[in-house]
């Protein structure tokens, strides 16, 4: 029986139910993305113990960088295990389609991402002090939805890998001319032209424009809107990628 291609709540609930339940019995990757971006925070704040200002400068920026990052490379090496288990060859022949898979994908991995901004967001404003004119609520929205990019970014570069070596190759190739790019060195106007204009299409940028706005706002801004509109699209533009790409068969 051939996968359909309606997407259906049941399946897709199932699909992210199953993958919650792995997750679950594997400590290390828990670990990896709920703990790893608050150890970062965490050590960041006191590499500039000395100069608060700094870590209230580009603290914000990294509480949506450090999640994008983890769930990126999490998502990308569970969702390749799956493919050369043969598991993913396995759901595919059953009534599920392209996007009940990877939107049963995107909703478990975004739980976990829930409970990442929630924990980073909590940790560098109430415990590391960092410093916000706008709402901390605002701050995990941003964050939020890094997160939910890193995973469509992740489940999109699986289907480009042969080994989980390749999957982790692929984060030099897209993440690291973002983090480049993005402002956290240096202001992009204040970059060559040609690099404005090539990360005037990166969505890591709206990231870092969307904590930004809210480091120095109070109140919303268009700026923010237009930032936050940008990532919602390019995680949803990059989904549905991912399920166009997705192979039934593996290699």
């Known amino acids: 029986m051939t996968a359909t291609g309606t997407l259906s709540p049941s399946r897709t609930t199932a699909t992210a139910a199953r993958v919650l339940r792995q997750l679950r019995h594997d400590p290390r990757t828990i670990a990896l993305m709920l703990l790893v971006p608050c150890v970062m ?6 590499v500039f113990d000395g100069s608060a200002r700094t870590f209230d400068t580009i603290g914000a920026s990294l509480l949506g960088i450090f ?3 983890t769930m990126f490379l999490v998502t990308s090496i569970a969702t390749l295990r799956e493919r050369t288990s043969g598991t993913l060859e396995r759901l595919l022949a059953m009534p599920l389609g392209k996007a009940d898979l990877i939107v049963g994908y995107a909703l478990a991995f975004g739980a976990v991402a829930v409970v990442q901004s929630v924990l980073a967001t909590g940790l560098a404003v109430w415990v590391l002090d960092l410093d916000v004119t706008g709402s901390p609520w605002l701050l995990l929205l941003v964050a939020l939805l890094d997160a939910l990019l890193g995973t469509a970014l992740g489940l999109f570069v699986s289907a480009f890998a042969a080994s ?3 999957a982790v190759q692929f984060m030099p190739a897209v993440i690291f001319p973002q983090l480049l790019l993005c402002g956290l060195f240096t202001p992009r106007d204040a970059m060559h032209p040609v690099l404005e204009a090539l990360s005037d299409v990166l969505p890591m940028s709206y990231a870092v424009d969307g904590m930004n706005e809210v480091l120095h706002h ?4 268009t700026a923010f809107l ?3 509109t940008v990532v919602t699209a390019c995680a949803l533009l990059v989904l549905t990628l991912g399920a166009a790409t997705l192979k039934r068969r593996t290699a």
């Open 41 to 46: 925070l965490f050590l960041l704040r006191y």
């Open 218 to 221: 109070a109140d919303l801004t």
């Open 226 to 228: 237009r930032d936050i």
């Open 67 to 69: 999640p994008l990052i």
């Open 164 to 166: 989980e070596f390749q």
